[in-house]
């Protein structure tokens, strides 16, 4: 057993005036600085503008779409499977396409319960699901209205949020229409 | 029947206590936002700055204004299980008690009107400093009563805390100052604040100091400036709203106005102690080096000075808010983004018309009755400024300083303030008989 003693306070912080000098001199260094530099705080005034955000940022969630702007989706049901808070609802449908099986008819998320662990990205094989909009206050004034429907989740460009940043992801024959293999 | 002079002095006396009464009334809004403002500032943040009146948002100011309208519509609870009459007093005592040292606080030396003379002072009590002492000590009654009365574990714990530490700090505060009165050799605050208008003797040298209480006693001024934050449960002995440990202290059961009444006394407390920090340490209104017969016989000086001294606190202040809305100029439109702006040009606009007003004072005689004026006006200024600069202390300190153990605080007291006061006692006591 190793004994590992605490530092204690020496002589001169002891009488803690010493100190307490030092403090007030520190804090009355940033309130002069602040005054006169305002411009070096690091402030972001949050409604007004926004940090730019990283580009790994895990953010809201939007489907993918093939050349055709049909959903990437096969209605797979394995994002459903992996997400723990439940919070998305697939309804599956034929697909006109003979070389897919499935699409998805309804595809809702429920905002509300999302934890964004980013499980459904995980779990995708076509790439189907991503969070990288980089909108991190979702907020909104009824509960209807925070359940993202098909439509609103494939309102983008299909183009990669930051153009630079190319994570690992799969790339599979089903992405076009009618691709083989 | 009463004569004109006896009128006079009654006349005189009722509108200073109406005054004393007000200014700590005043200083409480400011205080609010200085702490606001300050804390943001110290810590890297621009601070409130949301809530607004027609897009006019006066640096934060406007954020006093909301809180009072949401303390004001809050519902008044009084809790089933509270003893109903002393839970209600508690907050009215607390307020009541912190506005009335101000009374005996001289703002400005007296002046001449014709046959009569101006006191700036509602009170001078024969026992003066002692009044203070014993009122303040009074506020310790409206913590002990809210804690007890409240029937609330966390309520009583913070009331038992808080009236030790007052308790205790009041003991090592009275022997502070009883030194300073072995220098002073006089209770009157008058008479005290005078004294501090000379230069600094010492056996029978003069030396280039005013004559203020903290080079005379500076192991006093320290003393009394660690117990008067302990007095007012200020940081870092805030121990009876520790809110880690206690919720909030002794005033988790109140709500509404009667919170906001505990709120109001608790700055109404610091701006008290300001007051009587500068007063009896630094010189209450007197302006260094200069003393009020100086000012009363050189017109040109006190114009000088006041003038000057407002050019330069409104120039600064014009150049900070300047600074602040190049800074924020991007993020607003309309008035939000031109607000600064005004206030900024308005500061830059009094600071000129003070130098203008000073060009052409130069040029004209003054009748006695304008200079009686001048140098009260300039005395309040410098009373004003060394209160604020203490009000800003408490400010500074407490967002510097972490919490103290209760036992660090007790032995703080106890084992090192109290005998430091006595040792103090006895060092100033063979000074002053030396000097004899």
Known sequence: MRVVQRPGMKNSEKIYVVEVVKGLALTIGHVLHNLFQPKDMPVVSFPEEHKALPPATRGRHRLMKREDESPRCTACMLCATACPAECIHIKAA???D??????????????????????????CPLDAIRMDIPDVAVADYTRESLVYHKEFLMNHDNKDVVPDYNPPRPVLWTHGPHAKP | MIDSNQLFTLINITVMTVVAWLIPLQFIPVFIWLERKGSAIIQDRIGPNRAEIMGFRLFGMIHNFADVVKLLMKENIVPAHVNRFYFILAPFWSMAVSLLPLLVIPLAAPISWGEHTIHFQAADLGVGILFILSITSMGVFGVMLAGWSSNNKFSLLGGIRSSAQMISYELSMGLAVVGLLMVYQDVKLSSIVETQGR????WGHTLPLPNWGIFLQPVGFLLFLVASFAETNRNPFDLAEGESELVAGY?????SVKFALFFMAEYSNMVVAAFVISTLFFGGYQVPFVSTAALTQNPKLALGLLCGLVALLKGTAGFIFLKGAKQQKHLYTGVKKNEPFIWSGLCFAVALAALVFLAVGLSVDFAPGVTAVLTALLQLLCLSLKVLFFCWLFVWVRWTMPRFRYDQLMKLGWKVMLPLALLNLLVTGVIVLSQK
């Not at chain 1, 309804?106 to 499980?119: A, E, H, P, Q």
């Not at chain 2, 005033?251 to 709500?255: D, I, K, M, P």
Request: negative net charge; glycine residues 2%.
């Open chain 2, 251 to 255: 005033h988790v059961e109140y709500s």
């Open chain 2, 199 to 202: 230069l600094l003797t010492a």
């Open chain 1, 94 to 96: 034929e697909s006109p």
């Open chain 1, 98 to 123: 003979p070389d897919v099986e499935k699409l998805p008819e309804k595809f809702d998320i429920d905002m509300l319960r999302c934890v964004y662990c980013g499980f459904c990205v995980e779990a």
